[in-house]
C-alpha cells in the first residue's frame, strides 16, 4: 500500500493549490484527478484569459448561508499575495473593468505556473484516476481504491469541484464524500449562468442576439451595472450572469436599459427639442437601431409614426418605465451545462473556517467550490479557490 501525508482529490484550481501549500511544508502530496488532464477549468476561465483575481475582495462579494465563513481565509491568502506569486513567474497580466485581473498571453501561464510551484514541492499528480471506496482507518487518516490500488493518507482534501460545466469533467463526487461522512448539503443549483426565455422575450433576444447593452439589473433588492448580452437562448453577459446567483424560479427581474439617466427627463426634453421626431429614432442612438425597433413592436406600435410632441406625457411616463424598468420573467436559466459555479453545497456549519478541516472528522477537508462559498463574477472565485486551498495546505 502506497503511503502518502496528504491526498488532495481534484487537480482545479484549489485542489493544485492546496497540493503545493502542503508540498512547500514538506508533506508527501498525491493528487488524484478523474479527468485526463488537470485544470481544465483554469485553462478556459476568463475566455482564455484566466481572470485570476480581483483588486477588490471583500466578504460582501461571496454568496453564503454563513457570509462570515470565508473572511479568516480571504484574509490569511489575499490578492495580493497571489498577484505577488503571479509577478514572481514573470507572467503579464492587466487589470480590466472592475478591478478584473486577466494574463495578457493564456491562461496557460497560470497553470504552468501552479504546476511548477508543485514539481519544486515534489508533488505527485496522477490524472484518469477514479476512486472507487475511501475509508476511514481507526488509527488515524484514510484508505483510498483507485483502479484496483490501495493508497493511504493521513489526510485528505476534497477539492473535486461541484456540479458546472460537466464535459469539463465535474460531478457531484465531492458530495457523495461529504454525505458519506454525515456532513449536511445544502441544495445546490447553477450560478453565474444565462437566463432563458419562452415568451415574448425569446423573439427579442433572437432578433437582437450578439447585441451588449449597458444596463441595471435588479432582483430581489440585489442590483448589478453591468453589459447585458441578448443570446439566441435569452440573455447572458456579466449584468445576466451575476444576477443569476440571487434569482429564484418564477421571479421577475428588473433592467434599467438607461442606467444613471432619468429616462422619463430624457424623453419629456426629447418633446420639447426635437418635436417633429420619431421617438425610435430619438432612443436609437442609446439602445441601437434593433433593439428599439423590437421594444416598438412591443411598447408603442401605435406610435410608431407619432411625432414626439403628438404623444401624451403619460403614455411617455409609461414608456419611461418600459426603459427604466423593463420586467422580465425568465422561464430558467441555462443549467449547469453552462454555468460557471454551483450554489450552496457543503454546510460551512460542519467546517472549521481556519484550516477547512472537518469539525467531526479528523484530517478530512473539503475546499473552494464544492463548499457552500460561492464568488461574483470577475476573479472573485479564483481568489476562493487559492485562499481555501492556501488554508488547508497550511494544516493537511
Known amino acids: 500500500m502506497k503511503t502518502y501525508d496528504v491526498i488532495v482529490i481534484g487537480g482545479g484550481a484549489a485542489g493544485l493549490f492546496c497540493a503545493l501549500t502542503a508540498g512547500q511544508r514538506g508533506r508527501s502530496v498525491l493528487v488524484l484527478d478523474s479527468s485526463n488532464k488537470v485544470g481544465k477549468k483554469i485553462l478556459m476561465s476568463g475566455g482564455g484569459g484566466c481572470n485570476f483575481t480581483n483588486l477588490d475582495i471583500t466578504p460582501e462579494n461571496y454568496l453564503s448561508q454563513n457570509p462570515h465563513f470565508c473572511i479568516s481565509a480571504l484574509n490569511r491568502y489575499n490578492q495580493w499575495q497571489f498577484i505577488d506569486l503571479v509577478e514572481r513567474h514573470n507572467i503579464p497580466y492587466h487589470e480590466k473593468s472592475h478591478g ?11 497553470l504552468k505556473m501552479l504546476l511548477d510551484e508543485c514539481t519544486a514541492a515534489q508533488v505527485v499528480i496522477r490524472t484518469k484516476s477514479i476512486i472507487s471506496q475511501i475509508e476511514p482507518v ?8 483507485v483502479a484496483g490500488q490501495k493508497l493511504h493518507c493521513q489526510s485528505l482534501v476534497v477539492a473535486s469541484g461541484g456540479l458546472s460545466i460537466p464535459t469539463l469533467g465535474a460531478s457531484g463526487f465531492g458530495y457523495d464524500i461529504a454525505e458519506q461522512f454525515g456532513l449536511e448539503l445544502l441544495p445546490r443549483t447553477a450560478g453565474l449562468v444565462p437566463f432563458t426565455f419562452s415568451d415574448w422575450v425569446k423573439d427579442i433576444s433572437e432578433t437582437n442576439s450578439g447585441l451588449s447593452v449597458d444596463v441595471e439589473m435588479s432582483v ?8 447585458l448580452l441578448f443570446t439566441h437562448r435569452g440573455i447572458s453577459g456579466p449584468a445576466a450572469l451575476q444576477l443569476s446567483s440571487y434569482w429564484q424560479p418564477g421571479q421577475f ?5 438607461l442606467p444613471g439617466q432619468d429616462a422619463l427627463t430624457l424623453l419629456l426634453g426629447y418633446k420639447q427639442s426635437n418635436p417633429k421626431s420619431l421617438l425610435r429614432n430619438l432612443i436609437a442612438p442609446l439602445l441601437s437601431k434593433g433593439l428599439t425597433q423590437s421594444l416598438q413592436t412591443r411598447y408603442w406600435p401605435q406610435h410608431a409614426e407619432t411625432p414626439i410632441a403628438e404623444i401624451a406625457n403619460a403614455t411617455l411616463e409609461t414608456l419611461a418605465d418600459h426603459l427604466s424598468n423593463w420586467q422580465l420573467k425568465p422561464s430558467g436559466t ?5 454555468a460557471e459555479v454551483t450554489l450552496c453545497g457543503v454546510n460551512t456549519d460542519h467546517i472549521s473556517s481556519k484550516t477547512m478541516a472537518c469539525k467531526t472528522q479528523p484530517d478530512l477537508y473539503f475546499i473552494g467550490e464544492v463548499l457552500d462559498v460561492t464568488g461574483h463574477l470577475g476573479g472573485y472565485n479564483f481568489q476562493w479557490a487559492w485562499a481555501s486551498g492556501y488554508a488547508a495546505g497550511s494544516y493537511a
Not at 220 to 225: A, D, K, L, V, Y
Not at 253 to 257: G, P, Q, W
Request: charged share 25%.
Open 138 to 145: 481507526e488509527e488515524g487518516g484514510f484508505n483510498l481504491s
Open 334 to 338: 441555462e443549467g449547469y451545462r453552462t
Open 253 to 257: 427581474i428588473s433592467v434599467n436599459l
Open 100 to 110: 478584473e485581473l486577466f494574463c495578457d498571453n493564456s491562461s496557460k501561464d497560470i
Open 220 to 227: 430581489n433588492g440585489i442590483s448589478f451595472r453591468e453589459n
